[in-house]
């Protein structure tokens, strides 16, 4: 298999191309999982679980251009599995054991926060979760697309425009705001019940 | 919060500001601290956004690498058993390739036909349709892909507006996923090259020509796409390739 370049992999993952993230795992699985399970005494599957997340780590950090360039494919990737494993750590001591993959998703997230929320308890997280999750479900394709591009895969505007078939990276900004104030809107209006029943 | 202060937020949180815009406002977040917590909430809810879709993302991921080698637990095939069994399914994998018939190439129409996608809908809402204005309730028809029941309420906006490109190309998009190109055709070609959606209304309009069997008048419009930088230009070389 030939070197790929951050670029090339950015290239790759930004257009969806299977092979970027697959090159990522078969260039680093076995490495990082044997060594989650040497240094961290974490079971394979739990390494196994960990590995993944790095990976969507990666993608988000090569789409948003936070990584330019890369000297050593295996000891990057090493280096999220770790940060992950503390942070999940970290976060399991303070909220519980997670219980479904958003919530395992938020505790890696905010594990590496040094205060995350303020110190809120876990059911104010949780509630957070429903209430976001409820007013997502109202937002409509375009704007949700949108809203994790610009927000969350931080990419830049003029290949928001083209990735969404609009007119120029000033139409995305325009729509930008008005799919903004809609998601405000949304939150303001959502009313989840406190136990989540 | 004041409208403004909330799109201030949101490009703050796009990384859209300039170093000036964004000075003034975290000079701001020391004197205002209502300002402090709308970030502070959006930034938490951000956070959940994230979470979200990394559920999903690794969903996916999983289903793409369940098949990929080995998790580390797995015993290892000794090397020439591994060998073999890559020389098995590179001969078979030959063989197959040789003997399978091969597809007829699609036509430019078929090629176009798989290339067209609906414009976006610029702002979506998600309120009922009796609340709506007649522009909110075309957005709602049309952004869950019911472009019959938005085309009445477009056609209105158009007739009121005729001048307005963004109810021309909508109404267009409609046509043109409802089959009706020699009616989008004069829509399209009457909106202005200057505007803002010019690059959208050229595509579309040469999609169309092939479609309603004018490649004369699409193959000088996806010369031009092509020779741009123009988003659709690799497609555009696709399928003036295959209309020679």
Redesign the interface.
């Known amino acids: 298999m030939t070197f790929k370049s951050a670029q090339e992999l950015r290239e790759q993952i930004s257009q969806g191309d299977?092979r970027g993230?697959?090159y990522v795992?078969?260039q680093s699985?076995?490495y990082c999982?044997?060594g989650l399970?040497k240094n961290t005494g974490c079971d394979?599957e739990d390494a196994?679980d960990l590995f993944?997340?790095a990976?969507?780590v990666f993608?988000e950090n090569i789409l948003s251009g936070k990584l330019e360039k890369l000297s050593n494919l295996q000891s990057y990737m090493y280096g999220i599995c770790l940060n992950l494993w503390r942070s999940l750590t970290r976060a399991r001591t303070r909220w519980e054991k997670e219980q479904?993959?958003?919530?395992?998703?938020?505790w890696?997230?905010?594990g590496q926060e040094e205060d995350p929320?303020?110190g809120d308890d876990g059911e104010y997280v949780r509630r957070?979760?429903r209430t976001?999750?409820a007013a997502?479900e109202?937002?409509?394709?375009?704007?949700r697309k949108l809203?994790?591009y610009?927000?969350?895969e931080?990419r830049p505007?003029r290949e928001i425009?083209?990735l969404?078939?609009?007119?120029?990276a000033?139409?995305v900004?325009?729509?930008?705001?008005?799919?903004?104030?809609?998601w405000?809107k949304?939150?303001e209006t959502t009313d989840v019940p406190s136990n989540g029943k | 919060m004041e409208n403004k202060d909330l799109l201030l937020i949101s490009d703050y949180l796009a990384g859209d500001l300039s170093e000036a815009a964004r000075q003034a406002f975290e000079a701001r977040m020391d004197r205002e601290p209502e300002l402090v917590a709308a970030l502070r909430r959006q930034q938490a809810q951000q956070d959940v956004v994230r979470a979200i879709d990394r559920a999903r993302q690794k969903e996916a991921l999983k289903a793409l690498l369940q098949d990929r080698p080995a998790p580390v637990r797995r015993l290892t095939p000794a090397p020439l058993m591994r060998w073999a069994a890559l020389a098995a399914a590179a001969a078979v994998a030959l063989l197959v390739w040789i003997a399978w018939p091969q597809n007829p190439a699609l036509s430019p129409q078929q090629m176009a036909l798989g290339y067209m996608e609906a414009y976006p809908m610029e702002a979506e809402r998600g309120e009922a349709p009796s609340q709506l204005s007649a522009w909110d309730s075309v957005a709602l028809h049309y952004g869950q892909g019911d472009y019959v029941k938005a085309m009445p309420g477009l056609r209105a906006l158009h007739q009121a507006a005729p001048d307005d490109a963004r109810y021309r190309l909508y109404l267009a998009e409609c046509l043109m996923q409802t089959g009706t190109y020699a009616e989008a055709i004069p829509l399209l070609e009457q909106i202005p090259a200057q505007n803002l959606y010019h690059d959208a209304v050229q595509w579309r309009l040469a999609l169309c020509y092939l479609l309603d069997e004018k490649p004369d008048k699409a193959a000088p419009l996806l010369e031009e796409i092509r020779s741009s930088k123009h988003f659709r230009k690799l497609q555009a070389d696709t399928l003036l390739r295959r209309m020679k």
Do not use: P
Not at chain 1, 100 to 106: A, C, G, T
Not at chain 1, 164 to 168: C, R
Not at chain 1, 173 to 182: A, E, L, N, S
């Open positions: 299977e993230l697959t795992f078969e699985h076995r999982v044997r399970v394979t196994e993944m997340d990976l969507l993608r479904n993959e958003v919530e395992r998703q938020l890696l997230i905010l929320w303020g957070q979760i976001v999750t997502l109202k937002l409509g394709e375009t704007c809203l994790t610009v927000y969350i931080e505007h425009s083209q969404l078939g609009l007119a120029s000033e139409v900004k325009v729509t930008r705001h008005r799919c903004f104030q809609q405000v949304h939150i």
